[in-house]
Structures are given as structure tokens and as C-alpha cells.
């Protein structure tokens, strides 16, 4: 397999070094823009989330530790508000430098799915999911937020490339690193906590036939352990401090402010605020967020149901065009008519949005990120149908590995499902693309990258 950097310009057919050029102005240019806005307009930057991580941020520059209104400690993790620290401690309080770093990111993320989709399928597959990743409107616009998803997409990019490295080679080091990358992918975004179990066993699996019974167990404990650590720690300190051994109050908050607001505001035809309100005055509001869930489970599954499309589309063309110029954007019904299936619904809605010459911008963001969700899906269908070239056989265990993330990141949000909520997924989702590319059976790792 060749070890060719991703981004070499020095050897190949011109087609080739065209491609490669292509390639990188695809990924630097549209980047390049969002770090402009970073510094020219950081307003548009802050979302509704956005001011709870600053204030944890400023507590850990200037207090040293993590401190902010109750809410918003017992909400959060310490992973991004840490990142924000750090980025403002080296180059000060400017929210550009926030928006640069993440966009860096991006790029290190590009390279880490090109090292992770090589390793498995070869060269050519490795740039086909570079070019996936860099065509994805998610990925970058989310980008150039203060939220959450672009750090914890980093660190399961970063998690991936060393299991896949930890199973090629037998290594229990790589493992370690592995699982301690997605423990604080967990201190980023706890919906992280679910991939432990999944990839711990997925390494096991995967080394198992080519790996001795006790070693290959052995090294699937190191990387459980080593991705507990961190989450361990931070619940240690939580039972500490606040007398409570949790990750965080999100879990519980969310349940009743989100899934069963939703499941209540629907069943009774008023906003989720409405309902969360009526369920927050009740004497004790967990009792009364389980009473509306166990009453209405048609308007459960229905709002589990949109929430989940809403992630699996990945489209927010208001956002995205807001980050752009600062304006705001109404698709006219048309994603709610796509998402009920209503095709004429759709039709109608575009072809007014097309109409209206200050909304030609937002309904073309919106176009990208439509066809965008449709090809990468297509493609990791065609992937997947493929996968049966790869040899090793353990190499399809991780794409099994990949394919398991990838649903429980879409699926395990529910209700509150958005689009913001698949940023972390678009690694996974141009890796298991780029696998409709592959041409011939993988080689086994050579025997100098043996165990170590």
C-alpha cells in the first residue's frame, strides 16, 4: 500500500496532480472565508449554547477551575470549555482565533479519514473520503460555530485512525491511545458514552481470528479501560463537588424539556416551550415528563421519529447562511415537506424560495446540503455492499465498527435530533463512502508493523 502523503503535488499523472490541487482548494478556500467572518463578524459565531461554554471557559483561564451558574455546570462537560480555554489563553479572547483553530481542525480531521480510509481500502479510497469530507456543508459550516461538534468530531476521527493502526499492527499501546481519545470525546459530547462498549467489543472481534484469544482480549480491556479513565475521573470529581457520581444533568434535563415536552406539545397541539413549562410546574417534573411519555407513545415515536430525520439530513441552510452574511433564512416549509414525504409539498416550496432573489443564496445552501446527503448515503450503501473485498476479514469488522457509530450518533439523540447533530458523523459517513471505491482486496499489514 502506498504511503504517499494526502496532499503531494510532486509525482502522478497530471490528471492526478490536478485532482490533488482540486483537492486542496476545496478543503482551504470555503475555509478560508469562515476564518474572515471569525474576526470580521464573531457574532455570527454565537449560538444559543455558545455563551454557557465561554463562561466555563473564563472560569477555567481565570479561576482555574470549572465554575459557572448551576445550570450550566450540572449541563456540561469539561472537554470544549477547555478548548476554549486553552485557545484564548495562547492567543487571547478573540473569537476569530476560537473559529481558526477549529477550522485547523477540519484539517487535521480531513487527514485523519484519508490515514483511516487508506489503511483500509487503499490510496484511491483514502482521497475518495477526503473528497467527501471536504464537499460536506455540515462540516464545515458547524465549523466556524462556538459549539461543541466540530472538537468531538476531531477526537473520533482521531479515536478511529488508532484503532484502526491498533488492530492492523496488534498493539495495545495504539489501543490505549484509541480508547483515551474517545474518553475525552465523551468529556466533549456525552452522547460519546455509548461508543465505549461498541468499540471495545468491535476491537475484540476484529483481532480475534488473527490475533492469539488472550492477546487480542487483553488489548480490547486496554482500550475500555483507558476510555473510562477519563470519564471516571470526571465523575469522581462530580461526587465531590456536587455530592452526585454523574457524568452530567443533561440526560435528565433533556428528558423532560425536550423528549417529553415534544411528546406532550405534540399530542396537545402546542409548542415544546408550552409543554416543558406545564410539566416544570408539576411537583416533581421527572414524575410528570414519564406520566406524558407513558400516555402518548404515538407522539413519542412520531417526534423521535422527525427528530431522528432531522439529524439523518444534516441540512440547516438558516444557520449556514447566517454564518455567511449575518441574515436570516425560511426554507417555506419545504424541509418539513420533504421529510413528510409530500413531493409537490417540496416542489412548490422550492420554486417559491427560488423566486424571492434574497433567498436565492439560503435555498442554494440548502440544495448542497440536500443532493450532498443524498450522495453520501448512496455512496456508503454502495460501500457497504462492497465491503466484502476487503481482506483482512477484520478490516470489515471496523467498517461494522464505523456503521454501528455512525446509527447510534444519528438515532440515540431523538427528539432532539438537529442537524448540528451529525457534524460528528461526517468522518464516518465519507469513510464508509469512500469504500464503494475500493478496486482489489486489501493487503494484511507488512510483517514490520507487527505487535508491539
Known amino acids: 500500500m502506498t504511503t504517499a502523503p494526502l496532499l503531494s503535488l510532486g509525482s502522478g499523472t497530471r490528471p492526478r496532480r490536478i485532482l490533488q490541487l482540486a483537492l486542496i482548494l476545496a478543503l482551504l478556500l470555503p475555509r478560508l472565508v469562515l476564518v474572515w467572518n471569525g474576526f470580521a463578524a464573531p457574532q455570527r459565531s454565537l449560538l444559543t449554547d455558545s455563551a454557557g461554554y465561554l463562561e466555563l471557559a473564563e472560569s477555567i483561564r481565570l479561576e482555574g477551575r470549572f465554575h459557572a451558574s448551576e445550570h450550566e455546570e450540572s449541563l456540561r462537560t469539561p472537554g470544549y470549555p477547555a478548548f476554549l480555554a486553552l485557545v484564548q489563553a495562547i492567543f487571547g479572547e478573540r473569537l476569530g482565533f476560537v473559529i481558526l483553530v477549529q477550522i485547523l481542525l477540519t484539517l487535521v480531521t480531513a487527514w485523519l479519514v484519508f490515514r483511516s480510509a487508506r489503511a483500509l481500502g487503499g490510496e484511491r479510497v483514502g482521497l475518495a473520503a477526503v473528497w467527501l469530507y471536504a464537499l460536506s456543508p455540515n462540516a464545515l459550516f458547524w465549523a466556524g460555530t462556538v459549539m461543541t461538534e466540530t472538537f468531538f468530531a476531531f477526537w473520533l476521527a482521531l479515536a478511529l485512525a488508532l484503532l484502526i493502526q491498533a488492530v492492523q499492527r496488534d498493539s495495545w499501546r495504539r489501543g490505549a491511545a484509541s480508547g483515551l481519545a474517545l474518553g475525552l470525546a465523551v468529556l466533549t459530547r456525552p452522547i460519546g458514552l455509548y461508543l465505549i462498549p461498541l468499540w471495545a467489543v468491535?476491537?475484540?472481534?476484529?483481532?480475534?481470528?488473527?490475533?492469539?484469544?488472550?492477546?487480542?482480549?487483553?488489548?480490547?480491556?486496554?482500550?475500555?479501560?483507558?476510555?473510562?479513565?477519563?470519564?471516571?475521573?470526571?465523575?469522581?470529581?462530580?461526587?465531590?463537588?456536587?455530592?452526585?457520581?454523574?457524568?452530567?444533568?443533561?440526560?435528565?434535563?433533556?428528558?423532560?424539556?425536550?423528549?417529553?415536552?415534544?411528546?406532550?406539545?405534540?399530542?396537545?397541539?402546542?409548542?415544546?416551550?408550552?409543554?416543558?413549562?406545564?410539566?416544570?410546574?408539576?411537583?416533581?417534573?421527572?414524575?410528570?415528563?414519564?406520566?406524558?411519555?407513558?400516555?402518548?407513545?404515538?407522539?413519542?415515536?412520531?417526534?423521535?421519529?422527525?427528530?431522528?430525520?432531522?439529524?439523518?439530513?444534516?441540512?440547516?441552510?438558516?444557520?449556514?447562511?447566517?454564518?455567511?452574511?449575518?441574515?436570516?433564512?425560511?426554507?417555506?416549509?419545504?424541509?418539513?415537506?420533504?421529510?413528510?414525504?409530500?413531493?409537490?409539498?417540496?416542489?412548490?416550496?422550492?420554486?417559491?424560495?427560488?423566486?424571492?432573489?434574497?433567498?436565492?443564496?439560503?435555498?442554494?445552501?440548502?440544495?448542497?446540503?440536500?443532493?450532498?446527503?443524498?450522495?453520501?448515503?448512496?455512496?456508503?450503501?454502495?460501500?457497504?455492499?462492497?465491503?466484502?473485498?476487503?481482506?483482512?476479514?477484520?478490516?470489515?469488522?471496523?467498517?461494522?465498527?464505523?456503521?454501528?457509530?455512525?446509527?447510534?450518533?444519528?438515532?440515540?439523540?431523538?427528539?432532539?435530533?438537529?442537524?448540528?447533530?451529525?457534524?460528528?458523523?461526517?468522518?464516518?459517513?465519507?469513510?464508509?463512502?469512500?469504500?464503494?471505491?475500493?478496486?482489489?482486496?486489501?493487503?494484511?499489514?507488512?510483517?514490520?508493523?507487527?505487535?508491539?
Open 202 to 452: 468491535g476491537a475484540l472481534v476484529a483481532a480475534w481470528r488473527r490475533t492469539p484469544h488472550r492477546r487480542a482480549l487483553a488489548n480490547a480491556v486496554v482500550l475500555l479501560l483507558a476510555a473510562l479513565t477519563p470519564v471516571l475521573t470526571w465523575q469522581t470529581r462530580n461526587l465531590l463537588v456536587h455530592d452526585s457520581f454523574r457524568l452530567t444533568a443533561s440526560f435528565r434535563t433533556v428528558f423532560v424539556d425536550y423528549t417529553a415536552a415534544s411528546t406532550l406539545g405534540e399530542a396537545r397541539g402546542i409548542s415544546r416551550d408550552e409543554a416543558a413549562a406545564q410539566l416544570r410546574q408539576s411537583p416533581d417534573a421527572f414524575a410528570a415528563a414519564l406520566d406524558a411519555v407513558r400516555r402518548y407513545p404515538g407522539s413519542l415515536v412520531r417526534v423521535s421519529l422527525q427528530g431522528i430525520a432531522r439529524t439523518a439530513l444534516g441540512t440547516e441552510a438558516g444557520t449556514w447562511l447566517g454564518i455567511l452574511n449575518g441574515e436570516a433564512y425560511q426554507s417555506s416549509g419545504l424541509l418539513e415537506s420533504l421529510l413528510r414525504g409530500d413531493l409537490r409539498g417540496t416542489a412548490d416550496a422550492l420554486s417559491l424560495r427560488l423566486q424571492a432573489s434574497e433567498d436565492r443564496l439560503g435555498t442554494a445552501l440548502l440544495l448542497w446540503g440536500l443532493l450532498y446527503s443524498a450522495a453520501v448515503y448512496l455512496l456508503g450503501f454502495r460501500g457497504l455492499m462492497r465491503l466484502r473485498r476487503l481482506q483482512p476479514g477484520n478490516l470489515g469488522w471496523l467498517c461494522a465498527v464505523v456503521l454501528l457509530s455512525t446509527g447510534c450518533l444519528i438515532v440515540l439523540p431523538l427528539t432532539i435530533g438537529d442537524a448540528r447533530f451529525r457534524v460528528p458523523v461526517e468522518p464516518l459517513l465519507a469513510l464508509l463512502g469512500s469504500m464503494g471505491f475500493t478496486k482489489r482486496p486489501v493487503l494484511a499489514a507488512p510483517a514490520g508493523q507487527a505487535s508491539e
